[in-house]
């Protein structure tokens, strides 16, 4: 059985970082689902990236330190990154002297491996220093990191050294890429996220090219389960998927982005260690209920469609597929004719959705809680719309069956299309998203077609 070498986690996403409770945590779990790197680097922590040549102070120190005997107890290697594209200046001594000083600080707590990050900064020189004395930005990297790598070399036994590049990603290389893998000394990891930032799949295809260019395996950047920039109202905790069982035979490693919220990544996590520990063999569909199965034996069958109602991730465009099928489905009934067919089954699919709500509700922890209460409150929402959809279809029928029904019959169709609109407000002032757009769609069309039907009766 093939596995990766490397199987990691990188605290890499913009916005809210962890808290240390919640990196000893993920930390110790990894530990238990095979994991073996964990790399600190949090966008918003300003001496990672924006204030990088300041020092941190002791009482951060003392923080690390903990998350280093964490990862011993754990057989987790803790690394340390360090972002200075914004600012750097590749020619600089003075620069090289403050980073390589910053760096050796963690490496006398017991950091071996140092994770250097130039990703998200313009793809050009900015210094005039450096235009000088480089032809490229490729260039000037190049010389940076093997200039640092042979500084901290000097002072840390059996360091490893982990590059991410300005171009991480690509489904074609450039200059940049080959002026990196020909200058680049060998010794050191290169990280890759794919065809895009975060790529729907990575292929063998893809490895292989970049495999070449670089004069070495990459190291996989997977921004997978992260929900930061334009993701962050989806929840991430569906399949895993569209990752090439092929990709251990041409990578160092595997590492994982995961989500501003720790506990719901654990799940996810997990998921994925199913496919790092056995790539060629793992099935999403398998993965996702074996995970499922595993943590939450209980809730089984509530948890697994609450995870497919957040089915919808760059692995997933668009609507996930369990609402593809539903809107197919009352197409079908549609099509017939059949509302009450229709309305039957939307209450019923209201009715398990609530009843799944309840029951997640009851048997996770707090801190789950906590992550998931946001897209947990809207799953029950849902619950709610397709009750009062199935409302809607009941009380309308009676236009097609009488063309002057009591009053009482057109209050009805009134305080239904309400009661729909209400619902249908409320899912808009939420800040998530589950399901897609396709249900919501499907419930605001159904509205506006009850209010046009209600004016054959209401005149």
Known sequence: MNTF???????????????????????????????????????ADLLHRDKWREMYDTEFEQHFKELIEAGKRSGVDVSMAISPGLSLVHSSDEDLRILKDKYLKFTAMGVKTISLFLDDIPENLIHEGDKQV?????????????????????????????LCPTIYHGEQVTDYHYILGEKLHEAIQIMWTGPQVCSEKLTIENAKMVNEVFKRKPLYWDNFPVNDASMVPELHIGHFSGRDGGLVHFSEGFIVNPM?????????????????SDPEQYDPERGLLNTIE???????????????ACDSSPLQPGDPEITINLIQKL????????????????????????????????????????DINPWLAEFDYYGHLMKDMAQALEVIEVVYRDEHPPSQKIEAIHRANTQLEASLERLAHLK????????????????????GLVQLVDW
């Open 5 to 43: 070498k490397t199987k990691g986690v990188v605290e890499g996403f913009y916005g809210k970082p962890w808290t240390w409770e919640e990196r000893k945590d993920i930390i110790s779990f990894m530990g238990q689902e095979g994991y073996n790197l964990y790399i600190y680097a949090p966008k």
């Open 134 to 162: 480089y032809s490229s930005l490729a260039h000037a990297q190049a010389d940076f990191s093997n200039r640092l790598f042979d500084a901290l070399s000097n002072e840390v036994e059996d360091m490893h050294f982990i």
């Open 260 to 276: 501003n919220q720790a506990y719901a990544s654990m799940p996810v996590l997990k998921n994925i260690a199913f496919y790092l």
């Open 294 to 308: 595993q943590m939450y034996p209980e809730i089984v069958e509530e948890f697994l469609l609450f995870s497919k």
């Open 331 to 370: 197409e079908a009934f549609k099509k017939k004719g059949a509302l009450k067919l229709m309305a039957d089954f939307l209450c019923k699919t209201g009715q398990q959705i609530g009843k799944a709500h309840n029951k997640i509700a009851e048997h996770i922890d707090d801190r789950l809680k906590t």
């Open 432 to 451: 998530t998203r589950i399901f897609g757009k396709g249900i919501r769609e499907y419930a605001l069309d159904l509205l506006i077609t009850c209010k």
